[in-house]
């Protein structure tokens, strides 16, 4: 046991009282602790869940390559094509696939990896945003295709709601990844956050990824972790 488990435990379970309030009923929580130290991740291991979500390949190579670990690790920020070699041995999920060029490295260096494609997010004015990393709503069957094709698991999509506009902002983005998750015949529907989380529900997510609503402000991370 840790200082975090109590308080994760009790956050935990206000987040999945705000799921069912807002109306799910099988609703995923994936912690995210990038930036929290190893002994937040075992807190929401001892917690319950199942796994815990990373953004930075060095963070994760430091926390977790040193020992075989009772959860699993999903790698969901933006990923240098480079860095896959060092995250295979570790990474069980790819939560943020957004190019080919991407799905042909994972074929490479991880073959058979479990993949969710990120589409892009789309500001109040229906383009999407400038900057924020994912494949446009349009192209995602196509390279749902080309990582069927080289033999990745692809079993779902994720999206960030957009940046501007407050938590109702996103629910145009997540009603049609929701629909897209549905007609391409996926499993898993991951978006909402700690802002956000009640309108994923309200349109379908099965998956929220949470951080500071379990584990509060996050502390500074180095820029050699990142």
């Known amino acids: 046991m840790t200082a975090y488990d109590d308080a994760v435990a009790d956050r935990l379970q206000a987040v999945r009282d705000r799921i069912a309030r807002a109306g799910g009923s099988d609703v995923d929580v994936l912690p995210v602790t990038k930036s929290f130290p190893i002994e937040a991740c075992w807190a929401a291991y001892h917690a319950g869940c199942a796994a815990v979500g990373e953004n930075y390949a060095q963070e994760v190579v430091a926390k977790f390559a040193a020992a075989p670990l009772p959860f699993a690790v999903h790698f969901i920020g933006q990923l240098q094509t480079n860095k896959v070699k060092m995250l295979a041995p570790v990474v069980s999920l790819y939560g943020a696939v957004d190019r080919v060029a991407l799905v ?34 349009v192209d995602v069957p196509a390279l749902v295709e080309a990582a069927t094709a080289v033999g990745l698991r692809v079993e779902g999509l994720m999206a960030v709601g957009p940046t501007r506009g407050g938590p109702q902002a996103a629910r145009a983005t997540f009603r049609a990844v929701r629909a897209l998750v549905s007609r391409l015949g996926l499993a898993t529907c991951s978006m909402g956050m700690s802002e956000d989380l009640e309108v994923a529900v309200e349109e379908g997510t099965t998956q929220v990824r949470i951080g500071t609503a379990l584990f509060g402000e996050r502390p500074h991370l180095g820029s050699a972790l990142r």
């Open 104 to 137: 042909q490295e994972l074929a490479k260096r991880a073959p058979g990896a479990r993949v969710l494609v990120q589409v892009a997010a789309v500001a109040a004015e229906g383009e999407s945003e400038v900057g924020k990393a994912g494949c446009a709503l």
